[in-house]
């Protein structure tokens, strides 16, 4: 379980002005990486880019496969980009969590035992499963949308932000569980924080995104 | 009552009813709504537009050509095309060929079909019949496209977010598109599913009146509008799901991702 991801000269341009400078790096199985950088720097484009969400040059591979040999809809699967601002199709948090086992791309099944186990390892009431997804307060919405891409087992987390509507005590039972699927799962994540400290707290590994033109800490 | 009881009007009848517009002009006045310019140019465009298309028809009837009719034919669906695009608030580059072809495919295919098989009209291309009956379709078919086409492009635009966490989540482009799709060809046949309910009760459409001013057999004028409700009502469906599946090709790329840029709002 666990695959390697590679990005090699990524870019994402907006007309002929590209967001940001290409960026290179690996993330082996297991490993963590915070994305750091100024607002408006790209780094959730870059996020987005890394998913092929949007056009973008250079190469992403997954342990040397390229998403068009993977095919797009299991490469991102395999490599799932969670919003900071979590979308939800209509229903219940229920009916989200195992919206995406429906799908071709999918050849498990959804577990609602395990579902359940984990939605109280992040601090959640059981009986949320039952609530309409749009009724969920952000921090709600932002653990349920997270949960939502655990339980796929991908092998890249790319998280947006992950903990920004959350307080300490949820932030904290958050970052654990994300950690047990790295360190668990063989899972690997690139994580897009503002906090010095939770870029600490997942094992130090800085990658920093400047503005174009200036050059990568 | 003579069966062929058309009475065929001359130029004072149509003054007496230019009367009736006055009337309109005179509420104008009356209340200061500062109309009587706009329904003044209204009633002159009504009145040049129609006997324009009424020497256009006379000319083509006389002619019997295909390829006359085929080219009156080309100018109505162009024509409904472009009037199919104007009500969305949102576009996208192509978007009048893709409405073309929809309006050229459906009505093509709706109104061929009700002549041939139907009416068995000899030749195909018997303008009395093909025009007027192209005309309902496309009439009609171009409210139900331009319905589907307004919330495809609001949905895809307002839940882009949900759209493209699907796509995150490993749907593929069509697992994603097909909630606002469905949505979509939902909306386009409200409108002639509406109508077909309350036909004969509430309303009386205008060929039924028609046939019925120009003489001919309620019963009979009834038979024609049944397969022209029916004919319309294939119109709107398919014109709806063709349309919405234009724009997702159009949308969606074959990385499977929405090109969400390609929208514009005017």
Redesign the interface.
């Given at each position: 379980m666990g695959a390697r991801l590679r990005v090699e000269r990524l870019s994402v341009s907006f007309g002929a002005v590209p967001l940001f400078r290409a960026q290179s790096f690996e993330l082996e199985p297991g490993a963590v990486l915070a994305l750091i950088g100024p607002s408006g720097s790209g780094k959730s484009t870059l996020l987005r880019a890394i998913?092929?969400?949007?056009?973008s040059s250079g190469e992403v591979r997954l342990d040397e496969e390229s998403?068009?040999q993977i095919g797009?809809?299991?490469f991102?699967?395999r490599v799932?980009?969670?919003?900071q601002?979590?979308?939800?199709?209509p229903g219940s948090v229920a009916e989200n969590l195992a919206?995406?086992f429906s799908?071709?791309?999918?050849s498990s099944s959804f577990n609602a035992a395990e579902a359940s186990l984990q939605l109280e390892r992040l601090g959640l009431e059981v009986g949320l499963l039952a609530r309409l997804a749009h009724t969920l307060s952000v921090g709600e919405g932002q653990r349920i949308a997270l949960l939502?891409?655990l339980l796929?087992r991908p092998d890249v987390l790319l998280l947006d932000e992950p903990t920004s509507a959350l307080d300490p005590e949820h932030r904290d039972k958050t970052e654990a569980l994300i950690l047990e699927h790295v360190h668990g799962q063989r899972c690997s994540a690139l994580v897009v924080t503002h906090d010095p400290e939770q870029a600490q707290r997942f094992g130090g590994s800085v990658h920093k995104l400047g503005t174009p033109g200036v050059a990568d800490g | 009552m003579a069966e062929t009881g058309l009475i065929s009007l001359g130029a004072t009848d149509l003054l007496i009813a230019a009367a009736l517009v006055a009337v309109a002009g005179a509420v104008s006045l009356l209340l200061g709504l500062r109309l009587e310019r706009r329904l003044g140019l209204a009633a002159l465009r009504t009145v040049v537009q129609l006997l324009l298309i009424g020497h256009v028809l006379r000319w083509v009837f006389a002619l019997d050509e295909a390829w006359a009719v085929l080219g009156i034919m080309i100018v109505m669906i162009g024509a409904a095309g472009r009037a199919a695009i104007q009500r969305p608030s949102r576009t996208f580059t192509g978007i009048f060929a893709e409405s073309f072809l929809t309006l050229l495919l459906t009505g093509l295919v709706t109104t061929l079909t009700v002549t041939h098989f139907v009416i068995g009209v000899q030749p195909w291309h018997e303008a009395r019949y093909v025009i007027p009956l192209l005309g309902m379709v496309l009439g009609n078919t171009l409210t139900g496209i331009s319905l589907s086409l307004d919330h495809l492009l609001e949905a895809l635009d307002r839940?882009r977010?949900?759209v493209?966490?699907?796509?995150?989540?490993?749907?593929?482009r069509w697992?994603a598109a097909q909630?606002p799709v469905r949505e979509a060809v939902r909306k386009g046949m409200i409108p002639i599913i509406n109508s077909m309910m309350v036909v004969g009760i509430v309303s009386l459409p205008g060929m039924m009146t028609g046939q019925i001013l120009a003489g001919a057999d309620p019963l009979e004028a009834v038979k024609y509008q049944i397969v022209v409700m029916f004919m319309i009502a294939a119109g709107s469906a398919m014109g709806s799901i063709v349309i919405a599946l234009f724009v997702y090709r159009s949308l969606f790329d074959k990385?499977?991702?929405l090109?969400h840029e390609r929208i514009r709002t005017r």
């Open positions: 998913a092929q969400l949007v056009p998403p068009e797009w809809p299991r991102r699967r799932i980009y969670v919003h601002q979590p979308a939800f199709v919206r995406a799908y071709r791309s999918s939502r891409a796929l | 839940d977010s949900t493209e966490m699907e796509l995150a989540h490993g749907a593929s697992e909630p990385q499977h991702r090109r």
